[in-house]
């Protein structure tokens, strides 16, 4: 039994350090949705938007068996994704070639909604990481939930969790760097775009399409690519965005 406890530990270790680091795309969607908001505000909508995921996860995990099989899950948020990135960077564009009124922004329960949208994009590749590493766990139990052992389903649940908490004060901590270097938008939503990207090879390896290879998503040439031109354009726009400002100063 000790032995079996600490395999669930060592893999809860794992999958928490699994959901950082997706936690970090994740927050700078979020934290780019509720920027135009007071700053009161955009707490409160970071956590409303955060509670209204976990409710949504822990509902999922029960029907995980289910959800797997929509891949048209991960094609709406993918083109969701996309939609928000092309649109503001082009509104970006035009606003800095032309004088315009600022433009109508989302009110509070508006801007609550689409981080609920972002959210549930983001979910189903999250939950399928925790499947993946739970289910090689031995069975601790004799009960199911949701067609997984109710083991293996605490250990998901419990990285879930986790999971969002990281989420919520990361995405703060990229508010404030957005309030503090506004040019980092930019950046920000092409950040949002290649999250997009990444979700459109999820739904293309769907097993219900393989347009692409199944394990491609997987592999370690994708993941390798993935974070490595995400950096680059975080470390292109945060360098940017200190160059501006000295020329500002």
Do not use: C
Request: proline share 3%; charged share 15%.
């Amino acid at each position: 039994m000790e032995a079996i406890l600490l395999e669930y530990a060592w893999v809860l270790v794992v999958l928490i350090a699994l959901e950082g680091l997706l936690a970090a795309d994740n927050a700078v969607v979020m934290a780019v949705m509720v920027k135009h908001l007071p700053r009161p505000q955009q707490k409160k909508a970071l956590f409303y938007g955060l509670l209204g995921a976990f409710v949504f996860r822990f509902a999922a995990l029960f029907m995980i068996t289910f959800l797997v099989n929509i891949w048209q899950i991960q094609a709406l948020g993918a083109a969701y994704l996309l939609f928000i990135s092309i649109k503001s960077l082009l509104d970006r564009g035009n606003d800095d070639h032309d004088v315009k009124k600022p433009r109508k922004q989302s009110g509070f329960w508006m801007t609550v909604f689409k981080v609920e949208l972002a959210d549930i994009a983001f979910a189903l590749d999250s939950m399928l990481a925790a499947v993946a590493l739970a289910v090689t766990l031995p069975e601790l139990g004799d009960f199911h939930i949701g067609g997984i052992n109710g083991g293996q389903f605490v250990v998901m649940l419990l990285g879930g969790i986790i999971g969002l908490v990281i989420i919520r004060f990361a995405a703060r901590q990229f508010v404030v760097l957005l309030e503090k270097y506004p040019s980092l938008e930019t950046a920000a939503f092409l950040i949002v775009g290649w999250v997009g990207v990444k979700l459109v090879v999820l739904t293309l390896a769907h097993p219900k399409l393989q347009i692409i290879d199944e394990a491609f998503p997987h592999s370690t040439m994708w993941k390798s690519t993935f974070w490595i031109v995400l950096a680059a354009i975080a470390v292109g726009g945060y360098l940017t965005a200190m160059a501006k400002n000295r020329k500002k100063a």
